[in-house]
C-alpha cells in the first residue's frame, strides 16, 4: 500500500532500513554495499531500495534534511511498512576537539529545542533516545571490525543557519554535553519510541565549529564509507 510519499508496496521494504539524509547516499549505498537491488520509490527524487548484504535483506532510503522530513519518512515506514529498525547515517558538525573530521559517533542521546515531539504527542522533555539494544550491536559490530567510534549526546537543531553569532555551541557542549549537531536524530528516536519501534544513529563527522577543517559534498556523499559498513554489518545480525 503506497503513500504520498512512498510508491513501495508492502513486502517491498526489509525490517531494517538504513536512513541517510542525502537520497543519492542511498543510491551510493545500495549501488556500492547491496545485491540483487530492486528500488521500491522515487517519490519527490527520495531514493529508496532494498537489497542484499551478506545473504540478508536490508533496505536503504533518504529521510531529506531536518526532523519534518524523517518524521514523515520514519513514521510511515514503521507504521505502514512493518520496518522494526531503522538506522540513520548522517554527517555532522563537530563541537568539541575530541570528534574530528571522519570520526564515527554514535548517539546514546539526542537533545533538541524542537517542538516536535510536542507537538507530535505532548511530549515535553528535550532529550530522546535510541534503543539500547541496537546501539549495542552497533558498537560490537565497530570493534568486530575494528572501526572506532565515539559515543555520546547529539544536538538535533532545527536551524542550519542561526543569527546567533556567538560561540552557542560551547554552552551545547560544555552545559549540555553536546558533541556535535546534526538535524534529524531527536524526532526518529521519538517515532520509534511512540510507536514502539527500534532507531539509532551513527555519524560522521563532516565539519567543525572548533577547527576549520570540512570536507566536500561528493566526500560526504561517497567517502563515509566506515559508518556505512557498520551499519551494514548491524544490520545482518538483526535478521
Given at each position: 500500500m503506497?503513500?504520498?510519499?512512498?510508491?513501495?508496496?508492502?513486502g517491498?521494504?526489509?525490517?531494517?532500513?538504513?536512513m541517510?539524509?542525502?537520497?543519492?547516499?542511498?543510491?551510493?549505498?545500495?549501488?556500492?554495499?547491496?545485491?540483487?537491488?530492486?528500488?521500491?520509490n522515487d517519490?519527490?527524487?527520495?531514493?529508496?531500495?532494498?537489497?542484499?548484504?551478506?545473504?540478508?535483506?536490508?533496505?536503504?532510503?533518504?529521510?531529506?534534511?531536518?526532523?519534518?522530513?524523517?518524521?514523515?519518512?520514519?513514521?510511515?515506514?514503521?507504521?505502514?511498512?512493518?520496518?522494526?529498525?531503522?538506522?540513520?547515517?548522517?554527517?555532522?558538525?563537530?563541537?568539541?576537539?575530541?570528534?574530528?573530521?571522519?570520526?564515527?559517533v554514535?548517539?546514546?542521546?539526542?537533545?533538541s529545542?524542537?517542538s516536535?515531539?510536542?507537538?507530535?504527542?505532548?511530549?515535553?522533555?528535550?532529550?530522546?533516545?535510541?534503543?539500547?539494544?541496537?546501539n549495542?550491536?552497533?558498537?560490537?559490530?565497530a570493534?568486530?571490525?575494528?572501526?572506532?567510534?565515539?559515543?555520546?549526546?547529539?544536538?538535533?537543531?532545527?536551524?542550519?543557519?542561526?543569527?546567533?553569532?556567538?560561540?552557542?555551541?560551547?554552552?551545547?557542549?560544555?552545559?549540555?554535553?553536546?558533541?556535535?549537531?546534526?538535524?534529524?536524530?531527536?524526532a526518529?528516536?521519538?517515532?520509534?519510541?511512540v510507536?514502539?519501534?527500534?532507531?539509532a544513529?551513527?555519524?560522521t563527522?563532516?565539519?567543525?565549529?572548533?577547527?576549520?577543517?570540512?570536507?566536500?559534498a561528493?566526500?560526504?556523499?561517497?567517502?563515509?564509507?566506515?559508518?556505512?559498513?557498520?551499519?551494514?554489518?548491524?544490520a545482518?545480525?538483526?535478521?
Amino acid at each position: 500500500m503506497s503513500t504520498p510519499h512512498n510508491k513501495a508496496e508492502k513486502g517491498d521494504i526489509a525490517k531494517t532500513v538504513l536512513m541517510p539524509g542525502d537520497p543519492l547516499r542511498a543510491k551510493f549505498i545500495a549501488e556500492t554495499f547491496l545485491t540483487n537491488v530492486r528500488q521500491f520509490n522515487d517519490v519527490r527524487n527520495m531514493f529508496g531500495y532494498t537489497g542484499e548484504y551478506k545473504g540478508v535483506e536490508v533496505s536503504v532510503m533518504g529521510s531529506g534534511m531536518g526532523m519534518p522530513s524523517i518524521g514523515i519518512y520514519s513514521y510511515e515506514l514503521y507504521t505502514q511498512y512493518d520496518v522494526e529498525n531503522i538506522i540513520r547515517i548522517g554527517s555532522a558538525g563537530s563541537y568539541c576537539e575530541e570528534a574530528n573530521i571522519f570520526d564515527v559517533v554514535i548517539a546514546d542521546s539526542a537533545y533538541s529545542e524542537s517542538s516536535y515531539a510536542f507537538t507530535q504527542n505532548g511530549y515535553d522533555v528535550d532529550k530522546t533516545y535510541p534503543a539500547d539494544e541496537l546501539n549495542d550491536l552497533i558498537k560490537e559490530t565497530a570493534k568486530e571490525i575494528g572501526i572506532p567510534v565515539i559515543e555520546g549526546c547529539v544536538h538535533s537543531s532545527d536551524v542550519f543557519y542561526r543569527e546567533d553569532k556567538t560561540p552557542y555551541y560551547k554552552k551545547l557542549h560544555d552545559e549540555l554535553g553536546c558533541i556535535c549537531v546534526e538535524m534529524e536524530s531527536f524526532a526518529l528516536f521519538h517515532n520509534a519510541h511512540v510507536l514502539g519501534k527500534k532507531a539509532a544513529c551513527i555519524l560522521t563527522i563532516s565539519d567543525s565549529f572548533v577547527n576549520s577543517k570540512v570536507t566536500s559534498a561528493e566526500e560526504r556523499q561517497k567517502s563515509f564509507t566506515d559508518m556505512m559498513e557498520i551499519a551494514l554489518g548491524t544490520a545482518v545480525k538483526l535478521d
